[in-house]
């Protein structure tokens, strides 16, 4: 009897009990922590926290807002007439930061390295854009030299703002410092024949940028640069490293094949020290 009344009081709970899930959050979803009691009947359809945030700001006449996923994967993809669509129909598309790291559409397709997207961006944007930075500093130039060192975007980039060569990342170095530090030659040596040296190639940019080429064992580079701007031989670097270009050439025995080469670099070091007492 007892085990029949124990069974009829554990069903009327059961039959009493919501089915499961209908009015319960699954664990860390934005609506389970600190959240007040709603009613599910009345409440309409909910979409990610990131719609939510999108849905308290001012909306511009005529923008679509929520584009910036969909953007990001039809860059990703390199589907040039998806992300066209959502350019025509977003107006603020073209310049807007589509990801966390405040990139736009232009420096993600020259980070990729799809050409043809570059291009057709690049028709459709003013030069100025061009120097537009992310959160780390680059532009999309810097970028490309960062990720693939594709020489025909550089090309294409260069050519539409080639002020773009003159402007750092974070951490003091120019696009052609960047593209040869990540032993992309072809890319920087082309760079380097179009970056103006008395702009951008002084100070803590010149000496980083001779401390990367004495590094690759490019001496040639290296000693046209110092022809240009001998006192960068005395330049620290003013970020991690504190090595100045001539106390990286004082470990270069190693490195030099034959006498000839470290008499010449001390003929040079010794005319530098001269001309600077």
Known sequence: MSTLQGALERSSAEDSDPPEGLHRRSPGSPLAIGEQPRDTESEEPRDTDVKELRDTEIE?????????????????????????????????????????????????????????????????????????????????LGLACWYNGNTHIAKCLVNKNSRILAIPNKRDELPVTVAFANNFQEMGRYLYSVTPFDECLKGCPGSKLICHFLQAQRFDIALNLLQHHEEL????????????????????????????????????IYNCQYQNT
């Open 60 to 140: 511009e006449p005529g923008e679509k807002r929520g584009f910036e996923e969909e953007l990001n994967q039809a860059i990703f993809f390199n589907n040039w007439r998806k992300a066209k669509e959502i350019l025509d129909e977003n107006p603020n598309a073209l310049t807007a930061r589509i990801d966390s790291e405040r990139k736009t559409a232009l420096h993600l397709v020259a980070q990729y390295g799809y050409i043809t997207m570059v291009e057709e961006l690049l028709s459709l944007l003013p030069p100025k854009f061009l120097e537009t930075r992310d959160s780390e500093g680059f532009t999309a």
């Open 233 to 268: 031989l005395f330049v620290h670097e003013d970020f991690f490293e504190t090595v100045a270009p001539i106390c990286l050439i004082a470990t270069l025995n190693t490195v030099i094949l034959s006498p000839s080469e470290l008499t010449f670099w001390k003929r040079w």
